[in-house]
């Protein structure tokens, strides 16, 4: 009934950029704080950016500050995440997913599908 679908990715060289969206389907999304995790190869996830419920707050993992932009559409249902100079290292698959923090730990309730972006030249 929940249904979380990224889209946008795909494959791109060092420095260039991505657009990912997540279309949020199944719950009441402006309720929700949202998050982007990626997986790199051969890797566990790991978290990339958080943004709260009404979109005025935003947070980002050191390695990507700078570079990515969260954000999302209420009205739409949609969150995104808009990537600039992207290195090899950023070649992982992205996910979209509900995210809380309960007694300092983040958890993450609902998980998209996950997009692939591949970053080399």
């Known amino acids: 009934e929940v249904q979380l679908v990224e889209s946008g990715g795909g494959w791109v060289q060092p420095g260039g950029s991505l657009r990912l969206s997540c279309a949020a389907s199944g719950i009441t999304f402006g309720n929700y704080d949202m998050s982007w995790v990626r997986q790199p190869p051969g890797k566990g996830p790991r978290w990339v950016s958080a943004?709260?419920?009404?979109?005025?707050?935003?947070y980002y993992e050191d390695s990507v500050k700078g570079r990515f932009t969260v954000s999302r559409d209420n009205a739409n249902n949609t969150l995104y995440l808009h990537m600039t100079n992207l290195k090899p290292e950023d070649t992982a698959v992205y996910y979209c997913?509900?995210?809380?923090?309960?007694?300092?730990?983040?958890?993450?309730?609902?998980w998209g599908q996950g997009t692939q972006v591949t970053v080399s030249s």
């Open positions: 997913a509900t995210y809380t923090v309960v007694s300092g730990t983040a958890e993450y309730d609902y």
């Open positions: 943004i709260n419920n009404g979109g005025d707050r935003t």
